[in-house]
C-alpha cells in the first residue's frame, strides 16, 4: 500500500492554542507500510534546522508507530538536501526540515535543477526568531545610529563576518547596508565558529548571529549587542531594542524554520503531517525546548506557510540582486 493512499479526509478544529488535534492518531504502521520516515537536514549537524530535526523525529515515531530518521545533506547554501527532497516520490517518506535561508539558494545558484518554489511542497512554519546585530566588545559604538554613524565615516574600511554567502547572517547585513546607506566588506567563514570567535578576537568588527548565540556571549563580556532584527522587540528578549525602532525603519528579518515535502503530495498526507507536527510543537515540554534555541513557536497551515514561502523568496531574491551578491 502507498504511503497514504488509505488517509481519508479529515477535519481538525482549530483552538486559540493549537489544532487540538487527534487525540488518537492512527500510525502508518497500522496502515501497513513500515518504512521509515526521513527527515532532510540540508545544513550540518549542530545547526538550527538540525537540532529542531532531532527534536521532531522521537516523537513523530512515537506518534506514528514508524522509524523517522534525521539525515544531514549540507551545502551549496542548502540547495544540495533540497534537491534531494524535491526529486523524492511526494509519498510523505521524505520532508525537510529548513530555516528561511533555505529561498536564498535558489538566487545564488539560477541552474540548479529543481525549483524551489513549485518542487517542493511548504508544510508548515514550527518558529521564529530574530537575529541581533553585534561587535566586538571595544567598538566604539553602544547602539545602532551610532554603528551607522562610525561606519557612514569609513566606508568600505570595515569588514563583518558570516558563516558563508547567502546566509541570513549574510543577507542581514547587506539588508542594513542597503537601507542605512553604509559600506562593509564581507569575509564569509566556513561556518560560525570561526566568525564568532574572530569577533571575539576582534579580528572582526561585527556580524549578526542568532539572538540566543549572541546573549551569553555579551553576558560574559566578550561582545555589544546592539539590536535585533524582527521588527518587535523578540518576545524572549525583550530587554533588546530592534533595529525598527531605533531608526532603521521597516527593518524586519525573521530568522523562521520550517517543514517542507516535495510537490505532488496529496491533500490528506499534507494536512496530516500539518496537525501532526503542530500537535507536537504545541505540547509544553516542545515548546520550552524551542525557547532554548531562541525560537517561538509560530505554527501555520500550509497555504499560510506557502505564502510566507514566496514572500521571502521574491524579497530575498531583491536584496540579492541589489546587492550583487554571489555564490562562493
Known amino acids: ?41 540540508p545544513f550540518t549537524p549542530g545547526a ?51 530555516p528561511a535561508s533555505s529561498l536564498t539558494g535558489p538566487h545564488l545558484y539560477p541552474k540548479l535543477p529543481f525549483d524551489i518554489i513549485k518542487d517542493l511542497q511548504p508544510i508548515t512554519n514550527v518558529g521564529t526568531t530574530s537575529l541581533a546585530l553585534v561587535v566586538h566588545k571595544g567598538f566604539p559604538a553602544n547602539n545602532v545610529q551610532e554603528f551607522i554613524a562610525y561606519a557612514k565615516a569609513r566606508p568600505g574600511q570595515l569588514n563583518y563576518g558570516s558563516p558563508g554567502n547567502g546566509t541570513h547572517h549574510h543577507l542581514c547585513m547587506e539588508l542594513l547596508k542597503l537601507q542605512a546607506g553604509i559600506s562593509l566588506v564581507h569575509i564569509p567563514y566556513k561556518g560560525s565558529s570561526g566568525a564568532e570567535n574572530d569577533l571575539i578576537a576582534g579580528i572582526i568588527p561585527t556580524m549578526f548571529l542568532p539572538i540566543h548565540v549572541a546573549l551569553p556571549k555579551l553576558r560574559a563580556g566578550q561582545i555589544k549587542v546592539l539590536g535585533s532584527s524582527l521588527k518587535e522587540r523578540h518576545p524572549l528578549f525583550k530587554d533588546i531594542p530592534s533595529l525598527h525602532e531605533q531608526g532603521v525603519t521597516g527593518y524586519d528579518v525573521d530568522l523562521w ?37 531562541g525560537l517561538v513557536p509560530n505554527t501555520s497551515t500550509p497555504e499560510q506557510f506557502s505564502r510566507l514561502v514566496l514572500q521571502e523568496w521574491e524579497r530575498w531574491g531583491k536584496v540579492i540582486k541589489d546587492a550583487k551578491i554571489t555564490a562562493d
Not at 482549530?14 to 487525540?23: G, K, P
Not at 514508524?66 to 544531514?72: A, G, Q, S, T
Request: net charge positive.
Open 1 to 41: 500500500m502507498k504511503f497514504g493512499q488509505a488517509l481519508s479526509r479529515r477535519r481538525f478544529i482549530q483552538s486559540s492554542a493549537s489544532l487540538a488535534l487527534a487525540a488518537s492518531p492512527m500510525s502508518w504502521a497500522q496502515m501497513g507500510d513500515k518504512r521509515p520516515v526521513k527527515l532532510l537536514v
Open 48 to 98: 538550527g534546522p538540525d537540532i529542531l530535526a532531532r527534536l521532531l523525529a522521537p516523537k513523530l515515531t512515537l506518534r506514528w508507530d514508524l522509524p523517522v530518521i534525521v539525515e544531514n545533506r549540507p551545502g551549496a547554501s542548502g540547495t544540495i538536501g533540497a534537491d534531494a527532497v524535491a526529486k523524492s516520490a511526494p509519498d510523505g517518506h521524505t520532508l525537510m526540515v529548513g
Open 257 to 293: 524554520l520550517g517543514v517542507w515535502g516535495p510537490a505532488g503530495m496529496s491533500p490528506a498526507l499534507l494536512n496530516r503531517y500539518n496537525a501532526d507536527i503542530r500537535a507536537i510543537v504545541a505540547q509544553p515540554d516542545t515548546q520550552e525546548r524551542l525557547a532554548a534555541q
